[in-house]
C-alpha cells in the first residue's frame, strides 16, 4: 500500500478531530476516533491520549495493533478507546472507520427511553432502520466491555446509541463517518428542542421514512462534499 494512502487516511482522520471540536463535539481529551490501517486488517490508527481535538495533527495519530502494540507512531493508547475500537473493527471489518463521541445532544438522546425518533426530522431519516441501541455496561476497561460494544453493530447498522453514555458511528472512510456523526448530532438537537416544547410532535409515515433514508443512501457525493467543505472552514478557522 502506497505511503501516500497512509498519510491521506491519517490527515483525513486528524483533521475530522479538529472539525469535531469546531462544532464543540468534543470532551476534553477523551472519546476517540479511529481507521483500519490500509494494509493491515489487524492495525488501526488512533488518536494518542492528551492532545485537545482541536489541535491533533496527523503526528498525532498512532497504528496500534490488536495486541496493543504501538506500531508506529509516538504516544499512547487511552485503554478504553483500544478496547472500543479494536472490538468494533475485529468484530465488523467492514466498519473501517469508528467515531465515538459523547457530544451533547447525541448522549441527551441516550439517557432517554425512545432514543433517536427516526420519523421525526427529514436529518433523521438518515438513519431510518440503521440505529442500534445498547445498555451500559460501565467503562469499557476491559477486553470483554470492548467486544460486547464492538457486537453491538449489526448488519446494515451505521450508529449505535450506548445508554447513558453517548454515540458511535461507522463508516467505510472518514468523510461518510464525519457525515454520519453531523448528521446524528443534528437529528438529535432538533428533536431535544422540539421535545422540550411539550407540543405534541409530528411524526411522518413510515414508508415516507424509508423513502427518505434510501434517498440519502443515493448520495454518495454528499459525504465528501461535505467535509471538503468542514476542512476548508476549520483551516480558515486555523488562519
Known sequence: ?????VKSVKDDLAASFR??????????V?????AVHPA????????????????????DIITVAFDG??????GEWDVTAFMIHRGCHRAHPGA?????????????????RGGLDTRL???????????GRLPYGGLASGEEEGNRIGGAISEGQIAVILDNHGVMVIGRDVPEAWFRLYFFERAA???VLAQSTGDELIRMPEHVAAQAQVFFDSETHAPAALFAAERRREARLRG
Open 189 to 191: 438537537q432538533v428533536q
Open 30 to 34: 477523551d472519546n476517540h476516533f479511529s
Open 69 to 74: 502494540q504501538v506500531v508506529e507512531g509516538e
Open 121 to 131: 426530522s427529514q436529518n433523521a431519516t438518515h438513519f431510518h432502520n440503521r440505529v
Open 96 to 112: 473501517r472507520v469508528v467515531f465515538h463521541t459523547h457530544q451533547p445532544y447525541a448522549t441527551a438522546l441516550s439517557i432517554t
Open 40 to 59: 493491515r486488517e489487524d492495525w488501526f490508527f488512533l488518536n494518542r491520549y492528551g492532545p485537545h481535538w482541536s489541535e491533533i495533527t496527523a503526528d
Open 1 to 5: 500500500m502506497a505511503a501516500e494512502t
Open 19 to 28: 472539525i469535531a471540536a469546531m462544532h464543540g463535539f468534543n470532551e476534553g
